[in-house]
């Protein structure tokens, strides 16, 4: 039996895919607006910031182990066990006096340039 179609019924459906629609994309728009206010503040200021150390007590690098040396910045584990094998080495050869006697020495272990020693400098100590 056939009935007879008005077109209603698409209308209605029409009008609700709109408002759906709608309604999806400003749900959209509002979930990269609050995100964005998460990430801009950490896009707007250099990396380095963020990696700021705060130490309770300086380093001695004469004996400290790797993974205190790992707290600098810019002190990796291949920088830190460096130091510690350095450390061992002159240790084996000249028991008498430290193998570091100021953030300078640091650079004769390979991988420590004097930008890493500006880095690190002020949370170094030497006894």
């Not at 963020?50 to 001695?60: D, G, P, T």
């Not at 040396?69 to 291949?78: F, P």
């Not at 420590?112 to 002020?122: A, D």
Request: a positive charge; proline letters at 4%; glycine letters at 4%.
């Amino acid at each position: 039996m056939k009935t007879a179609y008005d077109g209603s019924l698409d209308k209605f459906g029409l009008e609700q895919s709109r408002r759906e629609s709608f309604c999806f994309i400003i749900s959209i728009l509002i979930c990269v607006v609050i995100t964005s206010l998460f990430i801009v503040p950490y896009l707007a200021e250099p990396s380095f910031e963020h990696n700021k150390i705060v130490l309770a007590n300086k380093i001695n690098p004469n004996n400290a182990s790797a993974s205190s040396l790992l707290r600098l910045s810019g002190v990796g584990m291949v920088r830190a066990r460096a130091i510690v094998a350095y450390r061992q080495d002159f240790n084996k050869r000249d028991t008498k006096k430290p193998a570091f006697e100021n953030c300078d020495d640091l650079q004769k272990v390979k991988g420590i340039g004097p930008k890493t020693i500006q880095n690190i400098s002020e949370w170094l100590k030497f006894e």
